[in-house]
Every structure is written in C-alpha cells, then in structure tokens.
C-alpha cells in the first residue's frame, strides 16, 4: 500500500514514540514522508514542526530545545511550540520577518506516548480503556521499523491461519491449521472481531497464560481502529488473566513503518515480570515481522499492481481494504486506487 498517495491518511493520528525519547532533546521521526521534529515544550507537553529550519533548510531536530523552543543547530534562529520564529539571534534588535516561521503539526501525549496528525484529525486518538485502569498495569514492549506496509502488519494480526505456520515453534498448533471463525462487529472506528482459539502452552509460557494445562485457550476480542492500529484483546480462560496488546503501525513511507507496541496485564509483578513479558513476546513478534518483511509492500489494495488470492480466513484483511477503500472514496480519493469490487 502506497501510504503517502493518500492524503486522508494525513488526518488520523499516530503514535510516533514513547514520551521519555524526548528527555534527552528533539528527536526527529518521518510520518507518512514528511519530515517531522518533535521536543518537548517548557510546559512538558510535545510539539511537532516540520523538520527543516526556513532560514537555511537545515533539520530542526539537530539542534536543541531551550526554554520550551527549539533552536535550530545550525546559526541559532529559535522556533515556539506554534512553529514562529521568535529569535534570531544574529540580529536581536531587528523585527522578526513576518513570513519567519515553520509549519507545524496536530501533536499530543496519550498514553506514554507522542501522537501527531499531519492535517485536522478526522477522529480523536482511539479509546484504550484499559490505561489508567488499576486493574492493569502498562508495559512498553517494543518500538522498531519494520520493512513492510502498515496494512501488512494489520490484516496479519487478524489473520487466524498463520498461528500454525509462522508461530509453530512457540504457540501455533501446527495439526490444527484451520482456523476458527471470528464474529465481527463493525464501528465507525473499524471493527471488532472475537474469537476462541486453542494454542500449545508449553512450560515456557506458563506464567505468561497463568495455566499449566499443555493445550489451553486464548478468547480474543480484538479492535482494529482505522487506518493502522489494533487491540489484541486476549484473555486466557483457566487463569483469568489478561494480555492486551496495543499494536500502533505508524506509516513512515511507503515502504516502511514502526512498530509501537505495548502491553497492559491484570496481574502482578510477582506472577509474571516486566521482562518476562518482553522476553515472551520477542520471538513471536520476529517471527511476524520476518514474514511480513518477505511480502511486497505494495500489494494490498492497490489493485493495478497485483493479483492477489484470497480465502475465508483472509476475511478481516478484506474487510480492512473495504473500509479503507470506502474512507478514501468519502474523502474524494478515486483517483490512486482501482478497487477490484468483486474481490471484496
Ligand atoms: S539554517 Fe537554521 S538558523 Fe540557519
Ligand atoms: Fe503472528
């Protein structure tokens, strides 16, 4: 999928990177192939410019935040929150020039996390009721680029019939390919998509699942949120416990995309470490992400570019390409894809 031939993209929000990445100063980051500089201002609430100082061209997020601005590296011309020139240093008795200023970006902290929009959001950051609950503790797991589509990443996490395949040496259940059936629920926001799936639970996993049972369930009630981000909602029934992941696939450009992904979990320290959590989930997530690196990125939705062929269990992929396919068209976007309607 071609991210950044569709400008209603721009008008969601996405989580660029964990809040403390800015204690050490600006960080730059790229979003839908623009270039963008976050810091944090004097009030400790991030702020998004595009990263390319107007007197000379050189990147923001090269130089330093001072009192809250940003102080481009270069000859110390000196940026608000808003993006205005509000120093030069050179020539401090001289008016600012009334064109002196850089463009800047919807941004906010939710969550742990920086999100920006490029244009006026469509809709706000996605609800994941889950933070702040004290039933549930968060646990940042992992924040990596991946070479692969945004979508790619999507339609796998609802994909049921990889489980066997791509995760056999850990979950998947190799002699039991098929794969169970989902229930789907669709909101404005995307959908939501439940289901019951048994996995292998060896020793290794055990406090991870809370179960010592050698096959035990998983009951999903996963959240796709238009255009790249879901919740894997999964909760093991022998033990109660809770593992809810937030999947964010931040669209960098057309080829590439970070994954921002973090946990919360209704059980203690004691039971299951930080670390140990991260240490489960690291295979699991190389596995997915070796795969989808070994995809083309480009052939989701774009029909012109390729074929492809689709089964029962593709069904939520389908259902994500439909949505966004609808979202575009709503939007005025008919010209970059050609929708093969009878593949939908
Ligand atoms: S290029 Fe930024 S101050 Fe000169
Ligand atoms: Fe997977």
């Not at 810091?39 to 609430?45: E, S, T």
């Not at 549930?136 to 070479?147: A, N, T, V």
């Not at 609802?158 to 989902?182: A, C, L, Q, T, W």
């Not at 670390?275 to 997530?285: G, K």
Request: charged share 25%.
């Amino acid at each position: 999928m071609l991210v950044t031939q569709q400008k209603t993209l721009r008008r969601f929000w996405y989580a660029l990177m964990p809040m403390s990445m800015l204690d050490d100063g600006p960080r730059p980051f790229t979003l839908l192939g623009e270039n963008i500089v976050v810091w944090k201002g004097a009030d400790g609430r991030p702020a998004a410019l595009r990263d390319r100082c107007c007197h000379r061209t050189a990147k923001l997020s090269k130089g330093f935040v001072e009192n809250g601005n940003i102080v481009c590296g270069y000859h110390g011309w000196t940026y608000d929150c808003s993006g205005a020139c509000v120093r030069i240093p050179q020539h401090p008795d001289n008016r600012i020039p009334a064109g002196a200023k850089v463009q800047s970006f919807h941004c906010q902290e939710k969550y742990g996390y920086v999100w920006v929009a490029l244009d006026d959001p469509l809709q706000p950051i996605p609800d994941f009721p889950e933070d702040g609950d004290p039933a549930y503790r968060r646990i940042l797991q992992f924040y990596e680029k991946w070479h692969t589509s945004p979508l790619r990443m999507m339609e796998n996490s609802f994909d049921n019939s990889h489980f066997s395949f791509v995760h056999k040496s850990n979950f998947g259940m190799i002699d039991r390919p098929e794969p169970s059936k989902y229930e789907f629920r669709p909101h404005e926001w995307g959908f939501e998509a439940e289901t019951h799936v048994p996995i292998r639970n060896p020793e290794a996993s055990h406090r991870v699942t809370g179960t010592t049972e050698p096959v035990t369930e998983r009951h999903l009630v996963n959240r796709w949120f238009l255009p790249f981000s879901r919740r894997f909602g999964c909760m093991y029934p022998a033990s109660g416990r809770h593992h809810i992941i937030y999947n964010c696939a931040t669209p960098i450009d057309d080829k590439s995309m970070m994954l921002v992904q973090w946990l919360y979990r209704n059980d203690s320290e004691e039971s299951c470490s930080t670390q140990e959590l991260i240490d489960w989930d690291r295979p699991i997530t190389d596995e997915d992400r070796d795969i989808l690196e070994a995809t083309d990125y480009d052939a989701c939705i774009d029909t012109r570019r390729r074929v492809e062929y689709h089964m029962e269990s593709d069904k939520p992929g389908l259902l994500m390409r439909r949505m966004l396919l609808e979202l575009f068209e709503r939007h005025g976007e008919t010209e970059a894809f050609l929708p093969a309607r009878e593949t939908l």
